[in-house]
């Protein structure tokens, strides 16, 4: 699926919503709630990934008074990510270098491939995809890297122009050199 | 770079439950089930919204979201037995929101500043308070929010703010370290001082 | 949007203090913390105390009382008096933490840290505190000795003992005056409504909802609200005239402040540290504001007269007169946060920080670190910051977290209110100009002693609270 309204700049969002199969639903949440606690964030050897999400969504919501009820029949375990650049490599990307934690987070989902991995489980994420509607991104033309280096180089800035104001004019100019000639 | 070890940087991000935050970051997740009309509505809404940057001038200006999303699902794959093969009576529209600073004052901004934004975006949609009083209006977003099992931030330390001035920070930097190789102390004690001016909203 | 009528003010049922300040004439302030050991021990000792209580009521010419007294509970309090679990659970979230459960939010770490306070402070042993404001040494000392041979007598205890004096000028410890801008509130402050109300779009005040500030009443939010919706407040009739306290002492490392300023200074302009002490706050130490007079202190200001505070950020959006991060502008941004938003500055109004007001009281204590002096003499001096909220997360914590804890919210980054301090020691401020001028290093001027959330409440429930019957 394409929709050029998950494309904000050059950042994508995606999103992709699969069924939980019945009785697994516990497993899964613990799991997901774990993740923090052991460590860096899978997520982070994505490297293209800004923020995402996982979560399980237990049912529609029912809008008092109007008893809009709308089964989903099951719960749904949702998962977003903005990342840079386009799907088919980034979905690459999440089962290769996320591999693990990959599979054993949508194996408790109905339909997922076994073995969970490779491109029979990119293909599932593909399928299960639902496209935004629209999406905004406040600095969609910078990739990840570049929001860091950004970031990175700010803080020394910021150390830079406080230390700078002692410093006689050539001393001044040699420390600049140093600091950001070769960055 | 993750910082789920540590706290990254003060405490700004208020008002929600852990799980929806990282460092400086808060996820927001919400449903809503969209009335007959919105199902028609909402994609001219998102179709004009995506093409006249002035509709969300005010939203970048604010300045406290890194991604948004709105999203309209109709129906969902099926994948097999056991799904239940459920045929969705309503569109379901699905909001998420990266952003940072106190839940609660994010919230206050929405209702009082983009008001007219949040009529249009939300109006469709089943149960829905006007954004002004905000206590209503926060109940509901509480009532339908849906906390994140796993929440990521790739730069959990930053603000979109932050991001944004860093971003042009570093561009002005570029041509001053450029020229900075073949300038003598005071020319480049001229330009420094031009460009702190330049920047000064930056750092 | 005005209500047809203002709510009318139930002045003898409100505790003195809250909407006007006693006065500068009250140069003595003491803080006595009280433990409850036993909860009819206690009620006895409050219900003698209830008629002791200074009410808002104005005193007649000539009848101004030599001392005054506020009595104010944390949650603690009212459990040690016998307010049941189901009472104490309609109080705010944050009110029944109290304020040590806090400190990660507020950012009380380092050398501020609750374990590091001084003893009984943030422990859940501090249950009542009665305030004394005295116009003597003699008055206070007469009401002290009443109040602690009633502590003495009823078994209880003195937790903690606090005692603050006006310094010389009414300034605080860094040399600032201080206490200007106060809100201004319907039917009660009126007159302060130019520079204390909300800034309107075009130039316009109004005065602030009572119920920001007094519990029982419609605050901004629901003040108009056609079913006579109010806010949350505790189950009647603790729920009526009274309000919130947010009690902190704060020590001041005034030498440190000093050479942080004398250091600078040296960087800056033409050394001129004055200046730079004025951008620090936003106000020149006699309290003449920088928007106002960015180059000298007016020698005609006076926070009083009409128009004396009456001012705003729309003309200084780059923070060339007023910095940006100036504590005053952090603390109380008026229009500044919209102008941050807004095509045309002169139409911004305060729609993303009217909500955060406070009734800000306070006094110093300890004795003046004498002019010149740079070192420390080791004496304990600081401030008593005590403010009256109507809601302690929204007003008091949102200010502190949100705006002088972080710069995000002003695009100032992760700097912190230059003059509050970062226990790091790593922090800069800003001083925009041409060029702009980074003050740092950014060192642990101001560290937490102490603190409490307490309930200050109406006279008719701190009776039936001593009478046993508040549920």
Redesign the interface.
């Given at each position: 699926m394409g929709s050029a309204?998950n494309v904000?700049g050059q950042?994508y969002?995606f999103?992709a919503?699969?069924?939980v199969?019945?009785g697994e639903e516990d497993a899964l949440?613990t799991y997901?709630?774990g993740?923090?606690g052991r460590?860096?964030?899978p997520?982070?050897k994505l490297?293209r990934?800004?923020?995402?999400?996982?979560?399980?969504?237990?049912d529609?919501?029912?809008?008092?008074?109007?008893h809009?009820r709308?089964?989903?029949?099951?719960q749904?375990l949702?998962f977003?990510s903005?990342f840079d650049g386009d799907v088919d490599s980034y979905l690459h990307e999440l089962v290769e270098l996320m591999a693990d934690e990959a599979a054993a987070i949508w194996s408790h989902?109905?339909?997922?491939p076994q073995p969970a991995e490779g491109a029979a489980l990119k293909a599932?994420l593909h399928?299960?995809q639902?496209?935004?509607?629209?999406?905004?991104?406040?600095?969609g033309h910078?990739s990840?890297a570049?929001?860091?280096?950004?970031?990175d180089?700010?803080a020394r800035?910021?150390d830079f122009?406080?230390r700078?104001?002692?410093m006689?004019?050539?001393e001044?100019?040699e420390a600049?050199?140093k600091e950001?000639?070769s960055? | 770079m993750s910082a789920h070890t540590a706290p990254a940087g003060p405490v700004t991000a208020t008002g929600t439950d852990a799980r929806n935050v990282d460092g400086q970051a808060i996820a927001i997740t919400v449903f809503s089930t969209v009335k007959w009309w919105g199902r028609l509505f909402l994609p001219l809404l998102f179709f004009f919204t995506a093409r006249i940057p002035k509709l969300t001038g005010t939203l970048a200006k604010l300045s406290f979201i890194h991604f948004a999303r709105w999203t309209i699902v109709k129906k969902l794959p099926y994948n097999g037995e056991p799904q239940v093969k459920q045929k969705l009576r309503y569109a379901h529209m699905y909001f998420e929101s990266n952003f940072n600073g106190g839940w609660e004052e994010y919230i206050d901004a929405f209702s009082h500043i983009l008001t007219r934004g949040m009529t249009a975006f939300w109006g469709s949609s089943y149960g829905f308070p006007k954004p002004l009083p905000t206590a209503p209006f926060k109940s509901y977003i509480q009532v339908n929010e849906i906390e994140a099992d796993h929440y990521y931030s790739a730069y959990p330390e930053a603000t979109s703010t932050m991001i944004q001035r860093a971003l042009v920070l570093d561009e002005k930097l570029a041509p001053l370290k450029r020229d900075a190789e073949r300038m003598d102390p005071d020319a480049f004690a001229a330009a420094y001082r031009a460009f702190l001016c330049d920047v000064q909203h930056c750092l | 949007m005005r209500p047809a009528a203002a709510p009318q003010l139930e002045l003898p049922d409100i505790q003195g203090d809250i909407l006007r300040a006693y006065g500068n004439r009250y140069a003595r302030t003491t803080y006595v913390f009280v433990g409850v050991p036993d909860a009819a021990a206690g009620r006895a000792w409050l219900s003698g105390l209830v008629d002791r209580v200074t009410t808002a009521e104005r005193w007649p010419r000539g009848h101004r009382p030599e001392s005054t007294l506020n009595v104010a509970l944390t949650c603690a309090g009212l459990a040690a008096l016998g307010v049941s679990e189901a009472v104490r659970d309609s109080f705010s979230t944050e009110f029944r933490l109290g304020m040590a459960a806090r400190a990660d939010l507020l950012g009380d770490a380092g050398p501020s840290v609750p374990s590091g306070w001084d003893p009984g402070l943030g422990t859940g042993d501090a249950h009542v505190l009665v305030t004394i404001n005295a116009r003597s040494a003699e008055a206070l000392r007469a009401a002290l000795g009443e109040l602690e041979s009633g502590i003495a007598a009823a078994g209880l205890s003195v937790i903690h003992t606090e005692h603050g004096k006006l310094l010389g000028g009414a300034r605080e410890h860094f040399g600032y005056s201080d206490g200007f801008a106060q809100p201004a509130i319907e039917g009660a402050t009126e007159d302060r409504t130019p520079g204390g109300g909300v800034p309107l779009p075009g130039g316009k005040w109004r005065p602030l909802a009572l119920g920001e500030f007094i519990l029982g009443y419609g605050d901004e939010e629901t003040r108009n609200d056609p079913t006579g919706r109010l806010p949350s407040a505790p189950d009647a009739p603790l729920g009526r005239n009274g309000t919130y306290l947010v009690w902190r002492k704060l020590h001041q490392d005034v030498a440190l402040f000093r050479r942080a300023l004398r250091d600078a200074a040296a960087l800056y302009h033409g050394g001129d540290e004055e200046k730079l002490a004025a951008k620090v706050v936003g106000r020149w130490r006699d309290g003449t504001p920088l928007v106002r007079s960015p180059d000298a202190p007016d020698p005609g200001f006076n926070a009083k007269t009409p128009g004396g505070n009456d001012f705003r950020y729309a003309a200084d959006e780059d923070g060339a007169r007023c910095p940006i991060g100036a504590h005053i502008r952090r603390s109380n941004p008026r229009d500044a946060l919209d102008v941050l938003i807004q095509k045309d500055p002169t139409d911004a109004g305060s729609q993303l920080s009217f909500r955060h007001r406070m009734i800000r009281r306070g006094m110093p204590y300890g004795p003046p670190l004498p002019d010149g002096v740079t070192e420390d003499d080791g004496e304990p001096r600081g401030l008593v910051f005590t403010c009256f909220v109507g809601s302690i997360s929204r007003q008091f914590e949102a200010v502190q977290v949100q705006w002088l804890n972080d710069g995000n919210i002003f695009h100032l980054g992760h700097d912190k209110d230059f003059m509050l301090g970062d226990p790091d020691g790593t922090g800069k401020m800003t001083v925009q100009g041409d060029p702009p001028f980074f003050l740092g290093p950014q060192g642990c001027f101001v560290t937490t002693r102490g603190g409490e959330y307490l309930f200050v409440p109406g006279i008719t429930a701190l009776a039936a609270i001593a009478d046993g019957v508040a549920g």
């Open positions: 309204a904000s950042a969002a999103m919503m699969t069924p199969k019945p949440a997901l709630r993740l923090r460590g860096p964030s997520l982070a490297p990934t800004h923020m995402a999400r996982w979560l399980i969504v237990p529609m919501p029912v809008a008092p008074r109007t809009a709308d089964p989903l029949g099951g749904y949702l977003t903005n989902c109905i339909g997922c599932y399928r299960n639902v496209d935004s509607g629209f999406a905004f991104a406040a600095y910078a990840v570049r929001v860091k280096t950004a970031l180089k700010r800035l910021v122009v406080v700078a104001q002692a006689a004019p050539a001044r100019r600049f050199l950001f000639g960055a | - | -």
